[in-house]
């Protein structure tokens, strides 16, 4: 059921403020108030600052508002009117009720002679119902103050008179309280309880920190006005309804003592049971009866409370101007995001101890990746208009906009839309001027107050041990910058990686497809040059789909129908098409990057494919860690409802659930195995080489369970383990997927590079003049030759040359012949050794020639001489041609250098060269490894 109406919880942002007079500006006197009293009329002397003497910021109020602006609408008085007389209707069905049991109870005891056993089984009924009936009166729900931090005017002097000041100039009562909360919301806390339905309640003010974070001055001031025109909406008709529609509540879904006291009869085997079963079957058609009256009584609240939200936006409007209501909307909405942002960057950080001091900080910083992931350089920021009256005419919100992305049905919302809120707003313009400091002017030492909220948020959302040091916040955003650094995709990819695996296909099949039939150079350019057409369309065909497949899913209750599950079929049909378009460009993108990294460089095609395989491993370890929480989720869940009565389940069901459980647990076992065996690659905030397994698994796994049971504390930690699991991955698949897109365009940048044509460099030299030597005068030389015994000799001689030429004869040696030392050589007797046969390749094959230095070892051929006059000519046996040697295929499947194998004829043996042994044949293992990568990242057993 929707909450009530007077909690305020979604933000209500301020606006801007108008200008006016000097005299308008003063704030009048008002009659001194109690804290959540009336503070309407009276002469009373002027109220006392509690800011101490220091000036206290406050924006310019709007000039020209029309008097009757923040008058009750004739629609608001009607539908309240509906809503008070249903709920009178009801209480007093309700308190008859309580009254006719109580009379039944009395007649009992009175005439409990005539027929006693009768009339004890009547009491013990009317006071069971009694009891059931006026529970629902004593039943406490006290406020959730966790996240709350309570400041007072000592702390913060200058806040409180900001906000008795807004107060005076609304006429509103004064909150009792004022709480600060972390995040970006303001609200109005009514302290209620049974006695309300007669005295108005007290009411706290919330207001969030991160909200004083996203507006300015005016805005801010415009918030709280919202605020304090719910303060002084008919006090007692709000309260009367909030409290009265608690009590029905109860009745229908609160479950307590009670309750539970009847469950634990029916499931009892003996005569509790049909106790039980007595008592339970009229609750049920009571609260059958009076849910049917509570949702028509919760949608006519829901229209009030809307009503009431039109009406608060024009008090704020009289307070700050048209512009700062439609403003604040805008950015609080930006605000959320920008919180939500900060938030899970911050849990990222929690993974490597880093928690800061200041979340406030990191919200900030998070608006500019808000806009870049929603490629919305703009987002969040409102209209620039050169004076307070341009705004009348702008549209700030859509309609058509916010009813295709709005997930709750207009009649069960508490608010308006954020259009209609506008409309509302701009009806009867009212322009201001408007104060552009931040709200944080207002408080006191505000680094303090941030660093303690921060500190309570950290306790109480991420549960932090309680001695836990913050770190300086800017050194917290440094790692994350870092991190979305290799998160947060270029705009050329098109949102073709947005959300999803990438999914190229068996690598090694690849790997061997790149090495047999490299693709030419030309082909390689055409396909980077069109890599990502379509792919735009692709990715918004995919969320569009996923979109409407989970409007179809969300609205199954039970068995889907016919018509419903063959639409979500057609949807499936869709996805799976869509599916496959991005598997073939996963191929392409893999296939171009992996062969221009080996024309570059073959280590960067290594660290390529080392980075897929990593990738690869993080998204099945995802999947894998999802389906099993999921699992595990829904037989949980659904054992929840059967212990609680809600549903029925067989016998057989405890045993399933025990299954599904112990199917999760080897799930998790299996992924934790098998991430030990992979190290990290190079990541921002990573060192590279640590083990994936000590960073996804939080503590000691959890041991397997017993067969026949199991503890919550267990399921606890199975559950919680495999959800760290899931989300750990989920961040490390957007960081490898990042670190792959880099390398691939540091690739891509090389390739390009090598492939330009270098410029010839044209160098314009002064011509040198050539040096003219000059001849030395001399005679041309005549070489006369003469052969002797010894050879040729040549003489020189000099015709007219001025230099005296000297003519030498050669002298004639005569030539002495050198007798040469003859030894006889020693004759031994050569042992016989039988010989074994050779094998009929080797006994015809021509013997090899001894190499030079075996030569002098063996015997010489006897001397011509000996054999005769004419030694018979050696004839040598022809050679045969040489037969080409096959290479065998290489071992690293990217070794572009290595000839493919020849393809025989279909049918023709295989030829066989003789004289070339073959190697043995290698047997494949066994083992389902894959073949060892680098250091990075080890293959999975």
């Known amino acids: 059921m929707p909450p009530p109406d007077e909690l305020d919880l979604d933000p209500v942002e301020p606006a801007p403020s108008g200008s006016r007079s000097k005299e308008s500006t003063a704030v009048k006197p008002a009659a001194p108030r109690t804290k959540g009293g009336t503070g309407k009329g009276g002469d009373a002397p002027e109220r006392t600052s509690v800011a101490r003497g220091r000036k206290v910021p406050y924006p310019p109020s709007p000039s020209d508002v029309p008097d009757d602006l923040t008058d009750y609408a004739d629609s608001y008085v009607a ?16 308190i008859g009720m309580i009254l006719f049991f109580t009379l039944i109870g009395a007649w009992c005891v009175w ?71 972390p995040d970006v919301n303001a609200a109005v806390m009514p302290r209620t309880s049974l006695i309300n339905l007669f005295v108005e309640p007290r009411k706290d003010l919330l207001i969030g920190l991160g909200l004083v974070n996203s507006v300015n001055l005016s805005e801010f001031k415009a918030v709280l006005a919202h605020e304090f025109g719910h303060f002084s909406q008919s006090a007692m008709a709000s309260s009367y309804t909030y409290v009265a529609s608690r009590i029905i509540g109860d009745l229908i879904e609160g479950e307590d003592w009670f309750d539970r006291m009847v469950t634990w009869c029916k499931k009892q085997d003996n005569v509790f049971a049909v106790i039980g079963h007595a008592i339970g079957a009229p609750l049920w058609v009571g609260r059958t009866v009076l849910e049917q009256c509570y949702k028509a009584i919760a949608l006519q609240r829901l229209v009030v409370s809307r009503e009431r939200e039109f009406h608060a936006d024009l008090v704020a409007v009289r307070a700050a101007g048209s512009n700062a209501v439609v403003h604040c909307l805008l950015r609080t909405v930006f605000g ?71 997930e709750i049905p207009p009649m ?60 300086d916040a800017v050194r917290v955003q440094k790692f994350i910058d870092n991190e979305h650094a290799e998160t947060t995709y270029d705009p050329k990819y098109k949102g073709a990686y947005d959300n999803r695996p990438i999914v190229p296909g068996d690598l090694p099949e690849l790997n061997v497809l790149v090495r047999d039939t490299p693709w030419a150079e030309e082909r390689m350019e055409k396909v980077l040059d069109k890599l990502y057409d379509g792919c735009e369309d692709h990715a918004e065909a995919r969320s569009d789909l996923n979109k409407e497949l989970e409007a179809l ?84 869940q659904t054992m929840v409802a059967a212990v609680q009565g809600k549903i029925q389940v067989n016998r057989d069901f405890f045993g399933e659930f025990m299954q599904a459980l112990r199917e999760s647990w080897k799930a998790l076992k299996f992924i934790i195995r098998d991430a030990r065996e ?102 041309s030389e005549v070489v006369q030759s003469a052969h002797t015994p010894l050879g040729r000799v040549d003489s020189v001689r000099a015709k007219a040359a001025e230099l005296p030429v000297e003519v030498i004869d050669a002298e004639v040696v005569p030539d002495e012949p050198i007798a040469a030392e003859v030894i006889e050589a020693e004759v031994l007797d050569a042992a016989v050794v039988p010989s074994e046969p050779l094998p009929a ?47 065998l295929p290489s071992a690293d499947p990217f070794d572009f250098q290595a000839p493919a194998p020849p393809r025989p004829a279909p049918g023709a043996a295989p030829a066989v060269d003789p004289e070339v042994p073959r190697p043995a044949p290698k047997l494949a293992p066994r083992s389902r490894r894959p073949p060892r990568p680098s250091r990075n990242c080890r293959p999975m057993r």
């Open 336 to 406: 959320l995001r920008c919180f939500d942002q900060a938030f899970n960057d911050l849990a990222t950080a929690l993974d490597h101890k880093l928690y800061s001091n200041d979340l406030y900080l990191h919200q900030d910083r998070a608006a500019a990746v808000v806009r870049r992931k929603k490629k919305e350089p703009h987002l969040g920021l409102p209209p620039l208009l050169a004076t307070p009256h341009d705004g009348k005419d702008i549209e700030v919100f859509d309609a058509e906009e916010e009813a295709l992305t709005d």
């Open 678 to 779: 992979i190290n990290l690659p190079a990541m921002k905030n990573f060192e590279e080489g640590d083990n994936l397994a000590a960073f996804i698994l939080v503590g000691k796994m959890v041991p397997e369970p017993p067969l026949s049971y199991f503890k919550g504390v267990w399921l606890d930690k199975l559950m919680n383990q495999l959800q760290g699991v899931q989300q750990k991955c989920a961040r490390l698949h957007f960081k490898s997927l990042g670190g792959i897109l880099q390398l691939q365009e540091t690739i891509a940048a090389r390739w390009r590079a090598q492939r330009e044509p270098v410029a010839a460099e044209v160098l314009d030299e002064a011509p040198v003049p050539a040096e003219v030597v000059p001849a030395a005068p001399g005679g």
């Open 111 to 181: 005439s409990i002679k005539h027929l006693p056993v009768a009339k004890v089984a009547g009491l013990v009924f009317s006071g069971i119902f009694f009891l059931y009936l006026v529970k629902g009166f004593f039943k406490r729900h006290p406020m959730n103050k966790e996240m709350h931090l309570e400041v007072t005017e000592e702390e913060q002097p200058v806040l409180f008179e900001f906000i008795y000041q807004l107060c005076d100039e609304l006429e509103a009562p004064l909150p009792n309280k004022v709480f600060v909360s």
């Open 79 to 94: 539908q309240q009117n509906k809503l008070l007389a249903g709920l009178f209707v009801f209480l007093i069905f309700y």
């Open 553 to 636: 899913q969300s609205g199954i209750v039970g068995r889907p129908s016919k018509s419903l599950r063959r639409k979500i079929d057609e949807v499936e049909e869709k996805r799976a098409e869509n599916g496959e378009w991005f598997k073939s460009f996963d191929r392409r993108v893999y296939l171009v990057h992996v062969q221009m990294a080996a024309r570059v460089d073959p280590a960067l095609r290594d660290e390529l494919v080392e980075r897929y395989r990593f990738q690869l491993e993080v998204q099945r370890f995802f999947f894998t860690a999802r389906d099993a929480h999921s699992k595990a989720e829904m037989y949980f």
């Open 841 to 887: 390749a080797q006994a015809h094959a021509v013997p090899p020639e001894p190499s030079k230095s075996m030569a002098a070892f063996m015997a010489s051929p006897a001397p011509a001489e000996a054999r005769g006059a004419h030694p018979p000519p050696v004839v040598h046996p022809p050679v045969p041609p040489a037969v080409p040697v096959q290479s």
């Open 412 to 471: 069960w919302r508490t608010h308006p839309s954020n259009s209609d809120r506008e409309k509302n707003a701009k009806e009867r313009f009212v322009p201001a001027v408007v104060d552009h400091r931040s709200p944080w002017v207002l408080f006191d030492e505000p680094g303090e107050l941030r660093e303690r909220m921060t500190y309570k948020f950290y306790r109480m959302v991420f549960r932090v041990p309680k001695n836990a040091e913050l770190t």
